[in-house]
């Protein structure tokens, strides 16, 4: 029989600058924000959800944060939703706040953020999980979090701006690429996950933009099998040929606007092993309140298709071209829908301090048996 599912990407941004924050605030019921994440969660109702930038322990595994939020908020009906469960999860190691063994910005101090291998203030800090009801092969990952960036063929790293020992210790990934199986009733979709750094924040040399531009080259390698890939494993090569496989992640790539260097993301959404109709076709994700956003600078893409409340298509679910794909959204409701609310803070603002600054993002799937 064929397997009907549902999978979304959502930067539900439970990150704090000190570590185990947000251990001790999932240990309670209370907090308005996580309860308005979670009802859109048991609203959606995805079979398979990433969320970025939810803290952890940097090495990888759960301090509690992640089974509190599912236990006391997902497993918990928010308002007029019904609770729903993940017996499956996975929490992969992550490059943010891990400190270099070297001064990467030259300032003559090691030091969080600025000297991570990936930006953060602790490790962990910006992590992102694997949440599931299907069995996730976890003996089956493969991560490319240690590549080296300088190991990149053609790589875009601004050379004048590192210093020989950071070339010789900056991983490409700020967080973790990862390749993870899940069974759907004896069949393997592969899941490719990872969270770019944000191509902001540079001075003259670039150096995130050109961070974020590589980092998604690494995802189109991925798919390519490219042979200079090197796994943590030490395995080489990316995706085998015709494995079905959906790129998960807050990309912060947008294809026509924002501060990105445009062919990377213009490479993947174009790759022929991406489903065309998914990527910009007429199964792009879209929404009917992304239109009502305000902007504060003028943008050219498609209000329906954003995904993060400036007005950027940031946050992507694209499913291989062998997969069967049967309708699409962004989860940003009508003025009129009374969904609309679980956007809006007790004010009734819609708000990033009302739950995020990005909106879920969420493709249905038919896999044949």
Known sequence: ????????????????????????????TETFRFQQLAAIIQQVRPDI???CEFDHPGNGGDDGALANFCQHYLGNAQ?????????????????????????????????????????????????????????????????????????????????????????????????????????????????LCCHPTPPVFDGAEKRNARRNHDELRLVTDIINNADYLMDDAQQQGGLAPYTSFVVLGDLNADVQDGDGIK??????LHHPRIH???????????????????????????????????????????????????????????RKDPLRALLLDDRGRERAQAGSDHRLVWVDITLNS
Not at 7 to 19: H, L, T
Not at 263 to 268: R, S, T, V
Not at 309 to 328: I, K, Q
């Open 1 to 28: 029989m064929p397997a009907n599912i549902r999978v979304a990407v959502f930067n539900v941004a439970m990150s704090e600058p000190k570590a185990g924050a947000i251990f001790a605030k999932t240990q309670h």
């Open 49 to 51: 959800l990433m969320l």
């Open 79 to 191: 308002g007029e939703q019904e609770a729903i469960e993940y017996p499956y999860c996975y929490l992969p190691a992550t490059n943010t706040g891990l400190l270099s063994p070297v001064d990467l910005n030259g300032d003559g101090v090691l030091s969080l953020p600025e000297d991570g291998l990936g930006f953060g203030d602790h490790h962990g800090h910006y992590g992102f999980v694997i949440l599931s009801r299907y069995p996730l092969e976890i003996d089956g990952a493969r991560t490319w979090q240690q590549f080296l960036w300088r190991d990149m063929p053609n790589n875009k790293m601004p050379v004048d701006y590192y210093s020989e020992q950071a070339q010789q210790v900056l991983r490409l990934s700020s967080k973790n690429h990862l390749v993870l199986p899940v069974n759907i009733n004896g069949k393997h979709l592969h899941l």
């Open 263 to 268: 062919p990377a993301i213009k490479q993947l």
């Open 276 to 334: 065309r109709e998914v990527s910009n076709g007429r199964l792009t994700p879209k929404s009917i309140g992304g239109r009502f956003a305000r902007t504060w600078q003028a943008r050219a893409g498609r209000p329906s298709e954003w995904t993060h409340m400036s007005g950027l298509r940031l946050d992507y679910v694209l499913p291989s071209a062998d997969l069967s794909v049967t309708a699409s959204g962004v989860f940003w409701p009508d």
